[in-house]
């Protein structure tokens, strides 16, 4: 069964402070896609990355990092350089194929605060 | 392009009443895929719908059901309502192309209230 656990519910920082978000899923699947969202406090979810069981190449992107490890089930998300603008729920998602079509299912998310 | 649009963004209704949702995903988007979130449960999969066929469902009551259109529009009906339907719905759309899942692209919600 699928399952997404994101141990952390809140998370606090200080400005410029790095930040990890832990991601473990559990799946039988050998093909399946790992997301991670974010949702600022305006509410819609935004797209961060993805990437699918056969890469587990990590990602920079810009102060986002990426850090996906097939043999521990984790996809952890590194935030440099924290900012204000950071804050928000953050969401681990895990897609795998169902019935011919595909079923996600999210964690239950990690809210970032980075003050000031 | 426009993004995945999602009607009424709130609404007010009474126990026992029925409510319809809608969302229009982004264009050349055929897979649209519904979530409810509350504070509680959180992101919770509804369905997903790919060329008007409903190919997964989540665990929720049959009194939740939806259909998409030909164009891709997509709609989620909940009869009966309950006090705990009371959630934000979110709709997303994504673009599958073969066996590859994309990622999805959320609508701004509907916030539904049940008194």
């Known amino acids: 069964a699928q399952k997404v656990t994101q141990a952390q519910t809140e998370i606090s920082v200080v400005e410029k402070e790095d930040v990890t978000l832990d991601c473990v899923y559990e799946t039988r699947d050998t093909t399946y896609y790992l997301f991670w969202y974010k949702q600022p406090p305006s509410g819609e979810l935004v797209f961060l990355i993805r990437?699918?069981?056969?890469?587990?190449q990590n990602e920079i992107s810009g102060r986002y990092s990426w850090n996906f490890q097939k043999s521990t089930s984790s996809f952890n998300f590194t935030i440099t350089a924290s900012q204000v603008v950071d804050s928000a729920v953050y969401f681990c998602a895990l897609s795998e194929m169902s019935a011919g079509g595909f079923k996600t299912i999210f964690g239950a998310g990690t809210r970032l605060f980075v003050k000031a | 392009k426009a993004g995945v649009t999602q009607t009424p963004r709130y609404l007010i209704k009474t126990r026992g009443q029925q409510v319809t949702l809608s969302c229009s995903p982004i264009s050349g988007h055929r897979s649209v895929s519904w979530y409810q979130q509350t504070p509680g449960q959180g992101l919770q999969f509804l369905f997903e719908y790919f060329s008007e066929t409903q190919r997964n469902k989540g665990n929720f009551p049959g009194r939740f059901s939806g259909r998409q259109f030909s164009n891709s529009r997509s709609e989620m009906n909940v009869s009966t309502l309950e006090l705990g339907d009371s959630a934000l719905y979110l709709c997303?759309?994504?673009?599958?192309?073969?066996?590859?899942?994309?990622?999805?692209?959320f609508g701004p919600g509907t916030r539904l209230t049940v008194l």
């Open positions: 990437r699918n069981s056969f890469d587990e």
């Open positions: 997303a759309s994504s673009l599958v192309s073969g066996l590859s899942y994309n990622e999805q692209f």
